[in-house]
């Protein structure tokens, strides 16, 4: 498995892509890559849609801002959707399809196949949790529950790709400072040799014949001979 080289924090981009699909929850304590975690179109427009007062009724009894925000009393509670609810609860997943259509893109050019599978799946199954809420088929708390337990099995399909990528990651850093020392070694010599032949070229001890020095030396070879 080649790590995409735009994998700048493979932890931090595996989190948000395996959970945000699964609640919808925007971290704040993101790491923004080169390129961006926080440019991500699906968490920006998540963020909105987490704050939209449209959905204040539903926001007390799901998750929508936060997955670990999953309360004991969010888990407790056994009442069904109002008509009214059942309106926010229809809306907000007609908005949420939204954000993850204008995520694709992105996502499919900056994260790793492997998570945008899981992230796919964990859509698909807090959006089928959805369809059982808005039928009433189940509580508020169960529907928590099952957030609960699908997100902590991403977590655990994802933790395994996460090692996989960071140990290529580091084998790759790993292979590219041994090609850098290979190269380093390889030019020292090249470099001796080349100062040991500019030493020899240049020696200021070394007397310099000039037209100066030849005349003179013309003149007292005719002087000693006159002689």
Request: hydrophobic content about 40%; charged content about 25%; proline content about 7%.
């Amino acid at each position: 498995m080649a790590a995409p080289p735009k994998l700048l924090s493979v932890c931090v981009c595996a989190l948000l892509i395996a959970l945000m699909p699964v609640v919808g929850f925007v971290a704040e304590n993101a790491q923004p890559a080169t390129g961006g975690i926080a440019s991500d179109p699906f968490l920006v427009c998540m963020r909105e849609l987490a704050v939209d007062p449209k959905y204040s009724d539903i926001a007390e009894r799901l998750p929508l801002a936060d997955m670990t925000t999953i309360s004991f009393k969010m888990l407790a509670d056994q009442t069904i959707p109002t008509p009214k609810e059942r309106e926010e609860i229809s809306d907000w997943f007609d908005k949420r399809d939204k954000c993850l259509k204008n995520g694709e893109t992105y996502h499919r050019a900056n994260y790793p196949p492997e998570l945008n599978q899981l992230g796919n799946e964990g859509s698909a199954g807090v959006k089928a949790i959805g369809v059982d809420l808005y039928n009433r088929k189940i509580t508020f708390g169960q529907a928590n529950k099952q957030i609960q337990d699908l997100g902590n099995n991403i977590i655990a399909k994802m933790i395994p790709i996460i090692k996989q990528y960071q140990a290529e990651i580091a084998a790759q850093k790993e292979a590219a400072e041994q090609r850098d020392r290979q190269r380093q070694e390889s030019a020292a010599p090249l470099a001796a040799q080349q100062q040991a032949y500019s030493n020899a070229q240049y020696d200021p001890n070394r007397p310099v014949s000039t037209g100066c020095y030849r005349e003179a030396f013309h003149l007292r070879r005719d002087v000693l001979t006159i002689v």
